[in-house]
């Protein structure tokens, strides 16, 4: 027998928008489990999309912020963009290498022969 909802989807989805997303806080919200939204998400699509939705929105807001710290002159925030969106100008701590043609790098080995004078008796 199936378990009856204790909320409906246009509660969750309200928890969820209050929340920006994250489903520990709209559990707050509802005043149950984390699982509990969790599950409500998983298993009715118009929740799903409205989740990534709203993370889309707050990632937006996030990069607006950045954008406009960046135009304040923020060091910290300058340098995190171009880490992040600069990479292929050079702007990476983490190089990588490949060979010609983006192949992978070939790496030949060269055996070395020491050779030490004979032992004497002495």
Do not use: W
């Amino acid at each position: 027998m199936a378990r009856k909802q204790k909320f409906t989807c246009a509660q969750v989805a309200l928890a969820l928008r209050k929340s920006a997303g994250v489903m520990r806080g709209a559990a707050r919200i509802l005043k149950c489990d984390a699982k509990t939204v969790r599950n409500y998400v998983e298993q009715h699509e118009t929740l799903k999309n409205l989740a990534h939705e709203i993370v889309d929105e707050t990632i937006d807001s996030a990069e607006s912020q950045l954008i406009k710290a960046i135009g304040e002159g923020n060091l910290t925030a300058i340098i995190f963009y171009l880490k992040t969106k600069g990479k292929d100008r050079g702007y990476s701590e983490r190089r990588e290498v490949t060979g010609a043609d983006g192949d992978a790098v070939r790496v030949e080995h060269t055996a070395l022969i020491i050779l030490l004078p004979p032992e004497s008796d002495d």
